[in-house]
């Protein structure tokens, strides 16, 4: 007698087809994720692929999703936010996006490259980028409040600086083709934004300021 109810089989199946895409777009790109190889990956028939992503942007958004999930992106921020210090914090985000953003290049590129055909992938992509705003906001907020935001910025431009500096296409070259390490990209993402961001007037004995 077979054990395995149907949702433990479709769990399995949609779980399948998740790490299929991953591996497709990580070895050719957003090009050769295609329904079909995915199917052909993951064992699993053309129709079946069809119960579970009813097009090529919901596998998209549904991979970029699940990685999020697998890789520990909530546990990743919440390092972040729990800093009291927002010196502190600013720091943690860098190596935020040097233990996490790293994982997910290819993904993140992909997205990036689906948004422009379709409209849901799109509005999935704005949100994405609405959530990262609001959370450098938070960071360059945290900064003026404590008056510790360097005097050549606004809490919208320094808002508008941060978030650009999470490109894909940075810490793409930084990490593929300068061949830099996770811990040597968080130690130099610090030292960028604490001489940036950071008002340098602060008095030297802030612990977070070197």
């Known amino acids: ?5 149907p949702n433990a ?7 399948a087809l998740l790490v299929a895409g991953r591996q497709l777009l990580e070895e050719g790109g957003f090009d050769a994720l295609t329904m079909a190889a995915t199917a052909e990956r993951a064992e699993v028939s053309r129709r079946g692929i069809y119960l579970h992503f009813s097009s090529r942007a919901e596998l998209v958004t549904a991979i970029h999703d699940h990685i999020a999930e697998q890789q520990g992106r909530a546990e990743s921020l919440s390092r972040v936010w729990k800093q009291t210090d927002p010196v502190a914090a600013l720091r943690e985000w860098a190596a935020h996006l040097a233990r ?3 994982q997910v290049l290819a993904v993140d590129r992909a997205v990036r490259t689906a948004r422009f055909g379709d409209p849901d992938v799109a509005a999935y ?7 990262q705003r609001g959370a450098c906001r938070r960071l360059i907020q945290g900064l003026a409040d404590h008056e510790l935001l360097a005097a050549t ?8 600086m941060l978030w650009s500096l999470l490109s894909t296409d940075m810490i793409e070259a930084l990490v ?4 830099w390490s ?5 130690r130099r993402l610090q030292e960028v934004y604490c001489s940036v961001f950071v008002n340098r007037d602060t008095p030297n004995d802030h612990p977070h300021i070197e």
Do not use: I
């Open 182 to 186: 996770r811990e040597t990209l968080s």
């Open 176 to 179: 593929l083709e300068c061949d």
């Open 1 to 5: 007698m077979n054990s395995v109810t």
């Open 9 to 15: 089989r479709s769990r399995r199946t949609r779980e």
């Open 125 to 131: 992509r704005a949100q994405v980028a609405q959530n």
């Open 100 to 102: 996490y953003h790293v």
């Open 153 to 160: 910025w606004t809490v919208d431009t320094g808002t508008d």
